[in-house]
């Protein structure tokens, strides 16, 4: 959980791996929502003027290759 800038509201992550905008009247947006829920420690974090905001997630990709002969 990260205050925004203006000190209004929270970014929040949750258990669904989502990003929320919380405002101070409890109002939730869905600002990111991660597509792979295997990983969930996201979260945001604005930048000191408020115009950005930093997000962590991740994604998991496998590939498998069978070599004969190797």
């Given amino acids: 959980m990260n205050w925004a ?3 209004n509201g929270l970014f929040v992550a949750t258990t669904l791996c989502q990003l929320l905008y ?3 009247e409890g ?3 869905v600002l990111w929502q991660q ?3 295997s990983r969930p420690a996201i ?3 604005p930048s000191p003027d408020g115009r950005h905001l930093a997000m ?3 994604t998991a990709e496998n590939n498998v290759w069978m070599l ?3």
């Fill in 22 to 24: 919380v405002d101070m």
């Fill in 27 to 29: 109002r939730a947006e």
């Fill in 35 to 37: 597509r792979v829920s």
């Fill in 56 to 58: 962590l997630g991740g």
């Fill in 5 to 7: 800038t203006d000190g």
């Fill in 68 to 70: 004969e002969g190797f």
């Fill in 43 to 45: 979260f945001g974090v």
